[in-house]
T-cell receptor, first 110, second 111 residues
Framework: DTAVSQTPKYLVTQMGNDKSIKCEQN?????MYWYKQDSKKFLKIMFS???????INETVPNRFSPKSPDKAHLNLHINSLELGDSAVYFC?????????FGSGTRLTVV | AQSVAQPEDQVNVAEGNPLTVKCTYS??????LFWYVQYPNRGLQFLLK??????LVKGSYGFEAEFNKSQTSFHLKKPSALVSDSALYFC?????????FGQGTTLQVKP
């Protein structure tokens, strides 16, 4: 009964590949997010969706494309992966103030 | 723009001693402030929040935080630290539909 689940947990891929990370929440929240945590543990917002509508896009390269087929899902597709994309990506959801986070996807680009 | 700062990269305390993890904020208007904890290889877990009301906020696992408007601070505290409290702690502020996080403070509690 995981509240926010992300798959895969680990992803190792070569530069130039395209990959997707999936996120699902069963909390009934209207808003979902993608955050990136870099090697120094710094967390930065990437995107936010509210009821399938994009509401925040924080100057992320357009190689990153979020997709929300319904309000319980927010997937992240990344084209032409670069070494600098290596990070932990966290999905989160929220009914308002408090965010509930998934356990993260560790992406390693080699 | 709203921001928070955590001036300490690491805090070391002995088990049983009180702990404080510092956070200062810079906001326009009334701040909505949060503390989250991240255990190794896990996602962030919500500890507590300040929206309005009492300056002393109580949260999960015996943690509390004190909102101080004059010092623009929101320090996280616990009267008696446990080894299991060792983790990475993030202060955050709400800004137009998202949370802005501080850089994180690693808490090490030694037995």
């Amino acid at each position: 009964d995981t509240a926010v689940s992300q798959t895969p947990k680990y992803l190792v891929t070569q530069m130039g590949n395209d990959k997707s990370i999936k996120c699902e929440q069963n909390l009934g929240h209207d808003t979902m997010y993608w955050y990136k945590q870099d090697s120094k543990k710094f967390l930065k917002i990437m995107f936010s969706y509210n009821n399938k509508e994009l509401i925040i896009n924080e100057t992320v390269p357009n190689r990153f494309s979020p997709k929300s087929p319904d309000k319980a899902h927010l997937n992240l597709h990344i084209n032409s992966l670069e070494l600098g994309d290596s990070a932990v990506y966290f999905c989160a959801s929220s009914p308002g103030q408090v965010l509930t986070f998934g356990s993260g996807t560790r992406l390693t680009v080699v | 723009a709203q921001s928070v700062a955590q001036p300490e990269d690491q805090v070391n305390v002995a088990e049983g001693n009180p702990l404080t993890v510092k956070c200062t904020y810079s906001v326009s208007g009334n701040p909505y402030l949060f503390w989250y904890v991240q255990y190794p290889n896990r996602g962030l877990q919500f500890l507590l929040k300040y929206i309005t009301g009492d300056n002393l906020v109580k949260g999960s696992y015996g943690f509390e935080a004190e909102f101080n408007k004059s010092q623009t601070s929101f320090h996280l505290k616990k009267p008696s630290a446990l080894v299991s409290d060792s983790a990475l702690y993030f202060c955050a502020v709400r800004d137009t539909g998202k949370l802005i996080f501080g850089q994180g403070t690693t808490l090490q509690v030694k037995p």
